[in-house]
Antibody
Framework: QVQLQESGPGLVKPSQTLSLTCTVSGGSISSGTYYWSWIRQPAGKGLEWIGRIYTSGSTNYNPSLKSRVTISVDTSKNQFSLKLTSVTAADTAVYYC???????????????WGQGTMVTVSS | DIQMTQSPSSLSASVGDRVTITCQASQDISKYLNWYQQKPGKAPKLLIYDASTLETGVPARFSGSGSGSDFTFTISSLQPEDIATYYCQQYDDLPYTFGQGTKLEIK
């Protein structure tokens, strides 16, 4: 079955760029009507959708983060990535990658999630 | 952005109890609502999509209802393994937004 695994530094300095990669295993990132998302969760708080990418390269971002976010995909490596620039302590959170499945008028949900990776922004 | 408001924020119930959580959207989202379960230290898990359709493999004690702006999530008979935080999420419009969560505890 398809599994997702986040990887990247657990500590990032303020003003620097947070970079994470999500590796998809057990299936091709290019198959099916899927999109690939990043979602984050500060400690003890709720979930915030960051953005998504289709394997065509088309992206959508949360307007609250749009000026700082870039999501990219590397189909040859079965990976997609997140870059968040100019980070502050407010960006400290568990970052999840997730697969979104869309079926017109029937289904649009995050059906598979990575285990999450904690990123702390601190000097 | 569409704001999603859940109530209550926390809930304590006994094993076997019927538990209900509500989720209100700031505008009409038709039936475009999902429910997720998140256990401590784990990623969220999809339980219900399209407001009322059970994801494959999810126990039948979980159910959802509603449309428009008011939705309900119900556990018909609470089990110890249901201890978790539950989130609603709308997919009517981008950005996708989640409710603030309802933390469910055993009394």
């Amino acid at each position: 079955q398809v599994q997702l695994q986040e990887s990247g530094p657990g500590l990032v300095k303020p003003s620097q760029t947070l970079s994470l990669t999500c590796t998809v295993s057990g299936g091709s990132i290019s198959s099916g009507t899927y999109y690939w998302s990043w979602i984050r969760q500060p400690a003890g708080k709720g979930l915030e959708w960051i953005g998504r990418i289709y394997t065509s390269g088309s992206t959508n971002y949360n307007p609250s983060l749009k000026s700082r976010v870039t999501i990219s995909v590397d189909t040859s490596k079965n990976q997609f990535s997140l870059k968040l620039t100019s980070v502050t302590a407010a960006d400290t959170a568990v970052y999840y990658c997730a697969r979104g499945l869309w079926i017109a008028a029937i289904y649009d949900a995050f059906d598979i999630w990575g285990q999450g990776t904690m990123v702390t922004v601190s000097s | 952005d569409i704001q999603m408001t859940q109530s209550p924020s926390s809930l304590s119930a006994s094993v076997g109890d019927r538990v209900t959580i509500t989720c209100q959207a700031s505008q009409d989202i038709s039936k475009y609502l999902n429910w997720y379960q998140q256990k401590p230290g784990k990623a969220p898990k999809l339980l219900i999509y399209d407001a009322s359709t059970l994801e494959t493999g999810v126990p039948a004690r979980f159910s959802g209802s509603g449309s428009g702006s008011d939705f309900t999530f119900t556990i018909s008979s609470l089990q110890p393994e249901d201890i978790a935080t539950y989130y609603c999420q709308q997919y009517d419009d981008l950005p996708y937004t989640f409710g603030q969560g309802t933390k469910l505890e055993i009394k």
